[in-house]
């Protein structure tokens, strides 16, 4: 099962963590409304409504958008780091997604959403990539082909519970092989993920090198039915 719309609607993103994990391991929603209006204080004002996708917001981002532009940030790469304890893996057996860690660079899609639409598409994005507040949002500075683009995008936050570190490509490979949680294993968000890339003439080596070795694992590692 995939998130969709309605998931995020509905908060069904806090009701599988809660569900998952121990009781103030989510934020409430009224935490969320003051993250969400401490980033919107830090706009720059050269900023507009913006925002970067170099995970699961590629090949889903359940927003409109009025425009998609393929961008580069530099300062920060894309690693799986960040602990799924219940969309992608389980508390028993963690899955793990995608974070922006320090260091290096990473080229995703930059999403522009409707002016009008775009306080309450943020409200439904806080709740998507914010639910145990493992990321910290910030205005990141891109190029999109020589233009100077700034967007929201999501750092993972290296003091929290679920940062996963620097692990080794081997052992990434495994526990991705073998997670699964409600929405999804976390071998199919790192296929969507590279598919997605790809579409948008972007070939990572990192995501094609892990692809590669996930395919290796034996299959008494592979992910269970989440049907």
Not at 9 to 30: F, K, S
């Amino acid at each position: 099962m995939t998130l969709s719309r309605r998931d995020l609607e509905q908060n069904r993103m806090r009701a599988v963590y809660v569900e998952a994990l121990a009781d103030g391991a989510t934020l409430t929603d009224e935490q969320l409304s003051v993250s969400l209006a401490a980033t919107l204080a830090a706009k720059p004002k050269d900023a507009g409504w913006w925002v970067f996708a170099y995970g699961s917001l590629l090949w889903n981002p359940l927003f409109p958008f009025a425009e998609a532009r393929p961008a580069l940030l530099h300062g920060l790469h894309r690693r799986f780091c960040v602990w799924s304890l219940a969309s992608r893996g389980r508390p028993d057996a963690p899955g793990l997604v995608l974070g922006l860690d320090r260091g290096g660079g990473c080229r995703g899609v930059v999403y522009r959403l409707p002016a009008p639409l775009a306080l309450d598409e943020l409200h439904l994005l806080w709740r998507r990539e914010m639910v145990t507040g493992a990321y910290s949002p910030r205005w990141l500075r891109l190029d999109c082909d020589g233009r100077p683009v700034v967007a929201i995008g999501f750092v993972v936050r290296r003091s929290h519970r679920q940062y996963a570190g620097k692990l080794a490509l081997d052992e990434q490979a495994r526990i991705i092989a073998a997670a699964a949680g409600a929405f999804g294993s976390s071998a199919d968000y790192l296929e969507r993920t590279r598919v997605a890339l790809v579409t948008h003439g972007v070939i990572d080596p990192y995501l094609e090198a892990l692809a590669q070795r996930v395919a290796t694992v034996p299959r008494s590692h592979s992910p269970r039915s989440t049907a």
